[in-house]
Structure formats: structure tokens, C-alpha cells
């Protein structure tokens, strides 16, 4: 495992290394967290590159990477904790003879009946991890509230049990696609990062990272093209990762430039919506042709 | 003066702005600065952002303060030491036979729109100054910024459409790039006020910031996505209701029988316990949509509420509304554009008669016609109109029938809630049989959403 960084500039050299491009703000905020022990709250459209942040952060560190995907409904049982009861059960019947209540209770509540979901596996682990808390936004306002006391005080109270504290320090990262307000409680207990779509430069960069095999003016072409998508009122506008899968498409198809029969045999990669196919076909196919 | 009191301050000034900065973020902001270089103007400004900004909207409003409040810190402490600048170039107060009357005009102009062009902020600044004290002669000020700013932009001759007189290698050829320039004026007006500010040595009153500084850019069409993005979750919250309502009250049903077989495994002892499952329940929904003119600023946003739910919810079925009433499921059916559902609607629903004023006491009647034997006690019935009859009668009985053989009825009206009940509005004869919101904005849109998905106990 390696230390915590020193400077903005180190964190922004590790992130790169772990193939994460990172911008200014980015760079800094994730400094201040991995210093301040502070959670942050990564926001910003879908695809601009939010968990692949904490995953490049992991790599960066050494450290593991704790996963915990948010959906509705989610609930403890499946996030923080949940008693082996089946265990418990065989216990009981193991010992039904000659002992008394107390001490058989005393015994199925212990930590060995404990099966440790992802937040209390994230605090509870003897190295140090990088905790991803994915798309918090799709979880419900109750387990919001849950997550609270995990991540002000790194610690989680099983009533059973008492209180069990973080034995290593995670450094936490928490993304949202902005589809509903988190409550105020949460982001007072986080930094705040705003990722966007990047400018045209930044873009170039990344896709010339990940598929360095591609040609300099089709990539430029590829991202102003891209850029001119996104600018389009469209039922979802492309991501970075998908602007990276059409590059590496164009590479698998060897093609040497970006004209109007290209784009659209290839713009499915970057478009998804039936809708949105007709209007960018319209629109940047006659860019493309004049 | 020191950096803690200013830091004070500047949370005291975004509180006033409207955001929720609490004694937690401010520590937060300390403990930052603890951090970072501090000394890097961008790095200070980013790193306290982090702490006390904490959404797309509050970042915008931060940024807007931010520059503002140390403007004014940094111009109050100058003329506090009664720091003046001499021989520089003091926009309006700036002096008549010094470097301003010998710049080349021309030169000048070709300069500034290189800058614009390369975005280059350094030389802009520079340019800027010079800019002033060449053009920003005091005879011609009007003495408000705003008009200044945009003159001088003029007498430079700095147009974002493209100037084809120029050769082709020049910026302005092709039209100067429109946020650069922006930021250009900006430079501009910050040196006009400090100019005003070092001439009459006190600061101006500052002023809140109004809904304009803080508006998203956003035209109907962002709307439109926004309504999009908070239905699509008004779905999913409708889809998982059941399992939420299971997790809430634990009522499950024990299978027995399942539960027995499953025992034969652990030798008879019913280690797995088996539940019945529970189906969750499938929302029927009937929306009703006023279209008349006194709503026509809401009806696009209801329209697109409309579209949007057609979109999430297959069970629906959704009417407009004027005198007469209308069944649109169809056309939303088979239209998946909201531009051209907006025209065939507007085109042949037909639900205009005479007046074209909306008649709520005939809509109830023939929207109970139409569906009383469909509705049930697991239907939603959801009305978008702002309860204006014109002075009809509203027939509040007939809408009382069918709130009461639907499960939940819903009100949302587009008008705040103070112009409830005046003139009118008769919303409060409606209001018993139903929950009424005021909806008009996608904010409130969210509020109906968490009403609509608690669970109703009945």
C-alpha cells in the first residue's frame, strides 16, 4: 500500500498512471478527501467518468475497492449487515440440550453470525480501502439517512452488538447522476465535485489515451463531432466512455476519416435512442456532407 | 482583515445568496485551506467551492459571489489605505494626453480580437486597460456600466457574426467566439466600476443577486428533459412500491408448503423460510389536462408531464380538457415527438365548443360517463388544471363521485398557491375529495412524485 499523496500534482500523476485523466478540480478535490478523510460526493451527467474516478483512485492507492451499487429499495440488510440465521438456527438446534437462554443469546449474537455486506466489510477491513458508494441518487431517502453516521464518524451501530468503529480509514466516494436532491444532511458530510462533459482539448486527450492507436485528425474529428452531438436536444447525449467505444470502433473498422457514410453506418455506438438517431442523423449528417 | 473573518464573511454573504452553508461546512472550508496552497487564486477559489458549493446551481451562484465579495473586499481595502492608481489607465478617470490619445485605434481592435480569438485572459486584462483609456473618454460616459461596457464593445468593433471584409486570416473574419467575448466584457465592466469606485472613493451598495444572475440557461427544451428525468423516477419509485411496502411492514406470508419441502433438506428442521410472493401492485392511471387559454403558459410544461408519463406508464389514459373532454391516449400512443403531439392535439382534439373557456362542471360529467365503469379502487386520478370556471358552476359533486370510486385523486395546480380561490378560482370545492399541489416548477413536479409513491393505507 502506498502512502497518502503529498501534493495536488502527485495525485494527478497516480490518477493518470491508473489511466484517469483528471482535470484541475478533480485532481484537488480528490486530494483534500484522501487528506481530510472526507467523503465526496462526485456529481455530473451520466458517462463523464464518476466511477471510473474511484476505480483509477483504487488502483492509484493500492488499496482494494469496495463496490456497493444503489438501486430503490435497497436496504441494511443487503448494505451494511445481516444476521446468519441460518447459521444461528443450526447453532440453537447444535445446543438445544442443558444450555440455558442467556448464554445460548449471548452466543448466536456474536460477530461470527455476522455476514458483513459491503459498507461494514469497507470499514471493518485491515487495510485500508477506497469505498464506492455508486449512484446514491437511486437509493431511497431512508438509506441515505443510514449512511449518515457511517460517513461522519466511520462507524456502524448494530443494536445487538454495540458499536462497532472503522478499524482503517476508507477513503469514500459517493456518485450521483443529480435524478433527485440528496438531503442536505448527506452533502454537508461530503465535498462536492462536479464533473461535465469535458471541454473539446480535454476529450481529445482521453480518447487519445485509451486508443492511442487512432490517428490525431480522426480523433479531433471524432470529438468536435461528438461535442456538436451533445449540443443537440437529445434524449441522452453521448459519454465520454461511449465517444471511447466509437474511437475504438473506427479503429477496428480501420477507418481513415470521419465522413457522412462513416458516421452513420457507426453512430448507433453513440446514440441509443430511436428518436435521437433520426435527428442526429439530420442534423450532423448534413454537417458532415457540406 | 484576517483571511478567517474574511472567510466568515464570504459565508455570511452566500447565506444571503440562498445557500445552506452551515458551521460544519464553513470548519470544512478551514480544514481545506489547510490543505492547498492557498496563495493559487483558483486553487482557493476550488477548493473552498468544494465545501460550501454543493450543487450545479450553488456552484454557479458561489462563483458569482465569490468574485464579487473579494472584488469589493479588495476595493474597500484600497481605499482604506487610499491606495489611488497614477498614470494607469483609469477607465473613465483617465487622463487625456497620456498614452490613450497615441494608440493606434486600428491596432488596438486587431490586437483585442487576437486575444478574443487565442483566449487568452492575461493579455486581455491588458488589453482591456488600454482599451479604456483609449476609448473610455469621460465626455462620452454615460456614467451607468452596463451602457458603457456595451459602447465600447461597439467602438472596437467586436462582433460575434462574421465580418467577411476582413482577410481571411484575421479572427474577426469568421466572428469572434461569443463566450470569450463575454468574458472580455466582464473585464471590462470590473475595471469601469473600479474606476467609478476609485473617483468617488465608496463602494456601491451591493445588491442581491437577483433570479436572473442565478437562472440556469435553459430553454423549453431542457425543461422538457428535466420533466423527462423526474417522471422517469416517478416510474421506478411506482415500480418498486411493493417491495418497498413489504420492507416497511413486514406482513409477509409465510408458504407453508414450500416452507415444508424446503425443511426435507435440513432433515425436517425449517431452516429456509419460504414466502408467498408479493406482487406489487400496477398503477392505473387517468390523467386530466387543461388546455384552455387561462393555463397556456402551463400547458406546455402539463403537456410535456403528459408525454413524459406516456412515456413511463403503459396502463394510462390521459384526456384534455377545455369545455368538452377529450381522450388523447391514442395520439400520445402513436407520436413519440412532443413537438408534433403539442400540434395534434392543438390541431384536432377538438375539445374547444363555443366560449373556449374551460367548463369544469361538464368535464366531470362526461369524464364520468366515459370511465365510470372502469374506475376502480387501485386507479389514480390525476387532474392538471388551475380550477378557474369562469364563473361556472364547478359541480363539485360530480367530482366527488369520482374521487370517490378512484383510489387517490390528485390536484396539481399551476398557479402559487396565493392566488388560490381568488377571483375565479374555485380549487377549495374540489380540495376535500382530493390532494391538491401547486406545480409549476419541475421542484414541485418532485414534491407530487414523493406524494403519489407513499404507499397509500386505506
Given at each position: 500500500m502506498s502512502a497518502l499523496p503529498e501534493s495536488v500534482e502527485e495525485i494527478a500523476g497516480g490518477l493518470l498512471a491508473a489511466g484517469y485523466l483528471a482535470g484541475e478540480s478533480t485532481a484537488l478535490v480528490t486530494y483534500l478527501a484522501t487528506r481530510l478523510d472526507k467523503p465526496v460526493l462526485v456529481e455530473g451527467p451520466a458517462g463523464v467518468g464518476k466511477t471510473e474516478l474511484a476505480k483509477a483512485l483504487a488502483g492509484f492507492l493500492g488499496r482494494d475497492l469496495v463496490r456497493l451499487q444503489c438501486y430503490e429499495g435497497l436496504d441494511e440488510a443487503k448494505a451494511l449487515y445481516e444476521w446468519n440465521y441460518r447459521k444461528q438456527l443450526l447453532r440453537i438446534q447444535a445446543e438445544s440440550d442443558g444450555t440455558g437462554w442467556s448464554e445460548v443469546q449471548d452466543d448466536i449474537f456474536g460477530e461470527e453470525f455476522l455476514l458483513a455486506r459491503p459498507l461494514l466489510a469497507a470499514i471493518s477491513s485491515a487495510t485500508p480501502v477506497v469505498l464506492l458508494i455508486d449512484e446514491?441518487?437511486?437509493?431511497?431517502?431512508?438509506?441515505?439517512?443510514?449512511?449518515?453516521?457511517?460517513?461522519?464518524?466511520?462507524?456502524?451501530?448494530?443494536?445487538?452488538?454495540?458499536?462497532?468503529?472503522?478499524?482503517?480509514?476508507?477513503?469514500?466516494?459517493?456518485?450521483?447522476?443529480?435524478?433527485?436532491?440528496?438531503?442536505?444532511?448527506?452533502?454537508?458530510?461530503?465535498?462536492?465535485?462536479?464533473?461535465?462533459?469535458?471541454?473539446?482539448?480535454?476529450?481529445?486527450?482521453?480518447?487519445?489515451?485509451?486508443?492511442?492507436?487512432?490517428?490525431?485528425?480522426?480523433?479531433?474529428?471524432?470529438?468536435?463531432?461528438?461535442?456538436?452531438?451533445?449540443?443537440?436536444?437529445?434524449?441522452?447525449?453521448?459519454?465520454?466512455?461511449?465517444?471511447?467505444?466509437?474511437?475504438?470502433?473506427?479503429?477496428?473498422?480501420?477507418s481513415t476519416d470521419i465522413d457522412s457514410t462513416t458516421f452513420t453506418d457507426t453512430m448507433s455506438v453513440i446514440v441509443k435512442h430511436r428518436t435521437d438517431l433520426e435527428l442526429v442523423a439530420e442534423r450532423v449528417g448534413l454537417a458532415l456532407a457540406s | 482583515m484576517s483571511i478567517d473573518r474574511r472567510l466568515l464573511e464570504l459565508g455570511d454573504e452566500l447565506r444571503g445568496a440562498g445557500l445552506a452553508v452551515g458551521t460544519s461546512e464553513l470548519l470544512d472550508s478551514f480544514a481545506v485551506l489547510g490543505e492547498v496552497d492557498w496563495r493559487d487564486r483558483d486553487t482557493f477559489q476550488q477548493a473552498i467551492a468544494a465545501t460550501l458549493a454543493k450543487s450545479p446551481e450553488d456552484r454557479r451562484v458561489f462563483d458569482v459571489v465569490f468574485e464579487r465579495f473579494f472584488f469589493r473586499a479588495a476595493e474597500a481595502a484600497a481605499i482604506e489605505a487610499g491606495i489611488v492608481e497614477v498614470?494607469?489607465?483609469?477607465?473613465?478617470?483617465?487622463?487625456?494626453?497620456?498614452?490613450?490619445?497615441?494608440?493606434?485605434?486600428?491596432?488596438?481592435?486587431?490586437?483585442?480580437?487576437?486575444?478574443?480569438a487565442d483566449g487568452d485572459d492575461a493579455r486581455l486584462h491588458d488589453l482591456a486597460r488600454l482599451a479604456l483609456a483609449a476609448v473610455g473618454r469621460p465626455n462620452d460616459a454615460s456614467g451607468v456600466v452596463g451602457v458603457d461596457v456595451q459602447r465600447i464593445r461597439r467602438l472596437l468593433g467586436?462582433?460575434?457574426?462574421?465580418?467577411?471584409?476582413?482577410?481571411?486570416?484575421?479572427?474577426?473574419?469568421?466572428?469572434?467566439?461569443?463566450?470569450?467575448?463575454?468574458?472580455?466584457?466582464?473585464?471590462?465592466?470590473?475595471?469601469?466600476?473600479?474606476?467609478?469606485?476609485?473617483?468617488t472613493q465608496t463602494l456601491p451598495p451591493s445588491r442581491p443577486l437577483g433570479d436572473l444572475d442565478r437562472a440556469l440557461p435553459s430553454g423549453p427544451a431542457a425543461d422538457l428533459a428535466a420533466v423527462h428525468k423526474v417522471v422517469a423516477q416517478l416510474r421506478r419509485r411506482l415500480a418498486t412500491q411493493g417491495v418497498e411496502r413489504r420492507g416497511a411492514r413486514r406482513h409477509d406470508h409465510v408458504d407453508?408448503?414450500?416452507?415444508?419441502?424446503?425443511?426435507?433438506?435440513?432433515?425436517?428442521?425449517?431452516?429456509?423460510?419460504?414466502?408467498?410472493?408479493?406482487?406489487?401492485?400496477?398503477?392505473e392511471i387517468y390523467v386530466?389536462?387543461?388546455?384552455?387559454?387561462?393555463?397556456?403558459?402551463?400547458?406546455?410544461?402539463?403537456?410535456?408531464?403528459?408525454?413524459?408519463?406516456?412515456?413511463?406508464?403503459?396502463?394510462?389514459?390521459?384526456?384534455?380538457?377545455?369545455?368538452?373532454?377529450?381522450?388523447?391516449?391514442?395520439?400520445?400512443?402513436?407520436?413519440r415527438n412532443f413537438k408534433a403531439v403539442s400540434e395534434a392535439i392543438a390541431a384536432?382534439?377538438?375539445?374547444?365548443?363555443?366560449?373556449?373557456?374551460?367548463?369544469?362542471?361538464?368535464?366531470?360529467?362526461?369524464?364520468?360517463?366515459?370511465?365510470?365503469?372502469?374506475?376502480?379502487?387501485?386507479?389514480?386520478?390525476?387532474?392538471l388544471g388551475d380550477a378557474r370556471t369562469n364563473g361556472r358552476?364547478?359541480?363539485?359533486?360530480?367530482?366527488?363521485?369520482?374521487?370517490?370510486?378512484?383510489?387517490?385523486t390528485f390536484w396539481l395546480n399551476p398557479e402559487p398557491r396565493l392566488y388560490w380561490n381568488y377571483g375565479d378560482s374555485v380549487i377549495d370545492a374540489y380540495t376535500p375529495f382530493c390532494r391538491a399541489f401547486e406545480c409549476w416548477t419541475t421542484h414541485q413536479l418532485e414534491d407530487f412524485v414523493k406524494a403519489l409513491t407513499t404507499p397509500a393505507y386505506r
Amino acid at each position: 500500500m502506498s502512502a497518502l499523496p503529498e501534493s495536488v500534482e502527485e495525485i494527478a500523476g497516480g490518477l493518470l498512471a491508473a489511466g484517469y485523466l483528471a482535470g484541475e478540480s478533480t485532481a484537488l478535490v480528490t486530494y483534500l478527501a484522501t487528506r481530510l478523510d472526507k467523503p465526496v460526493l462526485v456529481e455530473g451527467p451520466a458517462g463523464v467518468g464518476k466511477t471510473e474516478l474511484a476505480k483509477a483512485l483504487a488502483g492509484f492507492l493500492g488499496r482494494d475497492l469496495v463496490r456497493l451499487q444503489c438501486y430503490e429499495g435497497l436496504d441494511e440488510a443487503k448494505a451494511l449487515y445481516e444476521w446468519n440465521y441460518r447459521k444461528q438456527l443450526l447453532r440453537i438446534q447444535a445446543e438445544s440440550d442443558g444450555t440455558g437462554w442467556s448464554e445460548v443469546q449471548d452466543d448466536i449474537f456474536g460477530e461470527e453470525f455476522l455476514l458483513a455486506r459491503p459498507l461494514l466489510a469497507a470499514i471493518s477491513s485491515a487495510t485500508p480501502v477506497v469505498l464506492l458508494i455508486d449512484e446514491i441518487d437511486k437509493s431511497d431517502q431512508e438509506f441515505e439517512a443510514m449512511l449518515l453516521e457511517l460517513l461522519s464518524d466511520f462507524q456502524i451501530t448494530i443494536p445487538e452488538l454495540g458499536r462497532i468503529a472503522a478499524t482503517s480509514q476508507p477513503v469514500v466516494v459517493l456518485t450521483s447522476n443529480n435524478s433527485r436532491e440528496l438531503t442536505e444532511a448527506l452533502k454537508r458530510r461530503c465535498l462536492y465535485l462536479w464533473l461535465d462533459y469535458p471541454t473539446v482539448e480535454r476529450e481529445l486527450e482521453i480518447v487519445r489515451l485509451h486508443a492511442p492507436e487512432l490517428a490525431e485528425t480522426v480523433a479531433r474529428k471524432l470529438v468536435e463531432v461528438v461535442a456538436m452531438v451533445r449540443e443537440l436536444d437529445l434524449k441522452k447525449p453521448p459519454s465520454i466512455a461511449e465517444s471511447i467505444d466509437w474511437a475504438r470502433a473506427l479503429l477496428l473498422l480501420g477507418s481513415t476519416d470521419i465522413d457522412s457514410t462513416t458516421f452513420t453506418d457507426t453512430m448507433s455506438v453513440i446514440v441509443k435512442h430511436r428518436t435521437d438517431l433520426e435527428l442526429v442523423a439530420e442534423r450532423v449528417g448534413l454537417a458532415l456532407a457540406s | 482583515m484576517s483571511i478567517d473573518r474574511r472567510l466568515l464573511e464570504l459565508g455570511d454573504e452566500l447565506r444571503g445568496a440562498g445557500l445552506a452553508v452551515g458551521t460544519s461546512e464553513l470548519l470544512d472550508s478551514f480544514a481545506v485551506l489547510g490543505e492547498v496552497d492557498w496563495r493559487d487564486r483558483d486553487t482557493f477559489q476550488q477548493a473552498i467551492a468544494a465545501t460550501l458549493a454543493k450543487s450545479p446551481e450553488d456552484r454557479r451562484v458561489f462563483d458569482v459571489v465569490f468574485e464579487r465579495f473579494f472584488f469589493r473586499a479588495a476595493e474597500a481595502a484600497a481605499i482604506e489605505a487610499g491606495i489611488v492608481e497614477v498614470g494607469g489607465a483609469g477607465g473613465v478617470g483617465g487622463d487625456e494626453d497620456g498614452a490613450g490619445s497615441q494608440i493606434d485605434l486600428e491596432e488596438l481592435r486587431r490586437q483585442i480580437a487576437q486575444a478574443i480569438a487565442d483566449g487568452d485572459d492575461a493579455r486581455l486584462h491588458d488589453l482591456a486597460r488600454l482599451a479604456l483609456a483609449a476609448v473610455g473618454r469621460p465626455n462620452d460616459a454615460s456614467g451607468v456600466v452596463g451602457v458603457d461596457v456595451q459602447r465600447i464593445r461597439r467602438l472596437l468593433g467586436l462582433r460575434t457574426d462574421p465580418q467577411p471584409d476582413y482577410p481571411p486570416d484575421d479572427p474577426r473574419h469568421d466572428g469572434l467566439p461569443a463566450d470569450v467575448l463575454r468574458r472580455f466584457e466582464a473585464i471590462i465592466r470590473r475595471e469601469l466600476e473600479r474606476a467609478q469606485i476609485e473617483r468617488t472613493q465608496t463602494l456601491p451598495p451591493s445588491r442581491p443577486l437577483g433570479d436572473l444572475d442565478r437562472a440556469l440557461p435553459s430553454g423549453p427544451a431542457a425543461d422538457l428533459a428535466a420533466v423527462h428525468k423526474v417522471v422517469a423516477q416517478l416510474r421506478r419509485r411506482l415500480a418498486t412500491q411493493g417491495v418497498e411496502r413489504r420492507g416497511a411492514r413486514r406482513h409477509d406470508h409465510v408458504d407453508f408448503r414450500r416452507t415444508m419441502r424446503a425443511s426435507l433438506q435440513t432433515g425436517g428442521v425449517p431452516v429456509v423460510v419460504k414466502y408467498r410472493p408479493r406482487r406489487p401492485r400496477r398503477p392505473e392511471i387517468y390523467v386530466l389536462c387543461d388546455v384552455s387559454t387561462s393555463v397556456t403558459s402551463a400547458s406546455v410544461f402539463f403537456l410535456s408531464v403528459l408525454h413524459a408519463l406516456h412515456d413511463a406508464f403503459r396502463r394510462m389514459r390521459s384526456f384534455v380538457f377545455i369545455e368538452r373532454i377529450s381522450e388523447v391516449t391514442e395520439v400520445f400512443a402513436r407520436q413519440r415527438n412532443f413537438k408534433a403531439v403539442s400540434e395534434a392535439i392543438a390541431a384536432d382534439a377538438g375539445v374547444a365548443d363555443i366560449s373556449g373557456y374551460t367548463d369544469y362542471g361538464r368535464v366531470w360529467a362526461e369524464f364520468r360517463d366515459l370511465v365510470e365503469d372502469d374506475l376502480h379502487p387501485r386507479a389514480t386520478v390525476i387532474v392538471l388544471g388551475d380550477a378557474r370556471t369562469n364563473g361556472r358552476d364547478p359541480r363539485a359533486d360530480i367530482f366527488a363521485t369520482v374521487a370517490a370510486k378512484a383510489g387517490r385523486t390528485f390536484w396539481l395546480n399551476p398557479e402559487p398557491r396565493l392566488y388560490w380561490n381568488y377571483g375565479d378560482s374555485v380549487i377549495d370545492a374540489y380540495t376535500p375529495f382530493c390532494r391538491a399541489f401547486e406545480c409549476w416548477t419541475t421542484h414541485q413536479l418532485e414534491d407530487f412524485v414523493k406524494a403519489l409513491t407513499t404507499p397509500a393505507y386505506r
